[in-house]
């Protein structure tokens, strides 16, 4: 991803706010959601999707078909099995209901859910100062008691997302204090040789098949517990017909089969939420609840995207505030049998159309916050590791907004 936003890098887009408290819905924003693999190869037709959808078809009628240069990173053995792969999941059977996407859409105001009233804080809030780390890896600010027999969060804050893009950018931040995790939505710590992200702990996510299987996840979470993991990511937005796509109960039994088998071992996080209203987001998550009553959560798994056109830097800022303060915390006490003592994991969060400066402002005024605000366990800006985001377009360095969240 880019923070500058060039469309023929970017999956289709469509960013839809309602109000400086950042409700909005996005689709097929990022990686498309695939639930037939652990081949890592297949990252490029997750993150190239409106390539993939065109070109898929006419590879698997004709092996004759050019290979279009997003696509380039797979290996041509590779690209058949990928393309099934990929058009397995062209349709899902349990879509989530969402208005479809395209490359131009453009953003459109629509009703503020009426399950739960947004408030909004003001724009001006100032960011609170959170005092410098002088350990090698960035420390928690405090580590509260797990409920129900749950493992309290126990790692840092910052997280750092990656994906087979990411080569060995991983190099410009092995020297920040900074950086306590890394994640890239898959089992498996480093999807591509070269990306080393030994220097933090590993938080890995549930990727399941067709039938909601997953025979290496149990494995390998044990080993990773072993190593120092701190937490363990449920489904990535399930609410989101880009990515999980699952129902609430599909949600739940994952959830029981893949993650709450370790209870009491790591920090469990729930399904990972868009910040979108209606049956997204947290009403996606009141639903995912009730199918999974006996279910012990420490950690609320929520991203917030918000559009630059539609808000100012400041703005931007209120409105994460003001969602995790009010919206996400007005949920957490609603549910205290299966969320008691939980906090908050950002798995994701950016604002869209940013410009490199734009989005090391933004950065300048929310990092802080978070990490002096008690209610936040971790968080993870998306940012990332790719070229035109965290890392300049050239490959040679960290661009403004990463230098940012290496150094502050």
Partial sequence: ??????????????????????????????????????????????????????????????SSQQIPGNLGAIPASKLSSACTCFMKTAAPANPVSTPPTSPTSTPIVVPTSTKAPIQTVSASAQPISTPSSTSSLA????????????????????????DYKSKDYSKY???????????????????????????????????VDGGLKNDKWAGAVKSLISSGTPMIFASNEPDNAGQANIS??????????????FKGQVALAAPAITNGGGNTGLGFLEKFVAEC????????????????????????????KTYLTKDVAAFLAGHPKQ??????????????????????????????????????????????????????????????????????
Wanted: net charge neutral.
């Fill in 339 to 408: 969320f008691g003592g939980a906090r908050i994991c950002v798995g994701e969060f950016w604002l869209w159309g940013a410009s490199d400066e734009d989005g090391a402002e933004y950065l300048r005024k929310l990092l802080p916050w978070l990490d002096a605000e008690p209610s936040v366990a971790a968080y993870q800006a998306f940012g990332g590791l790719w070229p035109g985001n965290f890392i300049k377009n050239d490959g040679s360095g960290l661009s403004k907004s990463g230098q940012v969240y290496h150094d502050l």
């Fill in 1 to 62: 991803m880019h923070t500058s936003f060039n469309a023929s890098v970017l999956l289709a887009l469509s960013v839809i706010t309602s109000s400086v408290s950042g409700v909005a819905l996005h689709h097929a924003h990022r990686h498309r959601a695939l639930t037939c693999y652990e081949d890592n190869t297949l990252r490029a037709l997750e993150r190239f999707s409106s390539d993939a959808a065109a070109y898929c078809p006419k590879l698997l009628s004709s």
């Fill in 173 to 207: 931040f092995k020297d920040s204090n900074k950086i306590s995790f890394g994640s890239n939505w898959n089992l498996n710590r480093s999807p591509a040789p070269g990306v080393d992200l030994n220097y933090a702990p590993f938080v890995p996510t549930i990727r």
């Fill in 248 to 261: 609430p109960a599909q949600a739940a039994t994952v959830y029981k089969s893949f993650i709450q088998p």
């Fill in 293 to 320: 009553q006996d279910c012990h959560f420490d950690i609320i798994n929520v991203h917030h995207y918000v559009n630059r056109k539609d808000l100012s830097i400041d703005q931007a800022v209120s409105a994460v």
């Fill in 139 to 162: 420390e928690p600010t405090s580590t509260p008691a797990a409920g129900a027999n749950g493992k309290a969060y126990n790692g840092g804050k910052r997280g750092l997302v990656y």
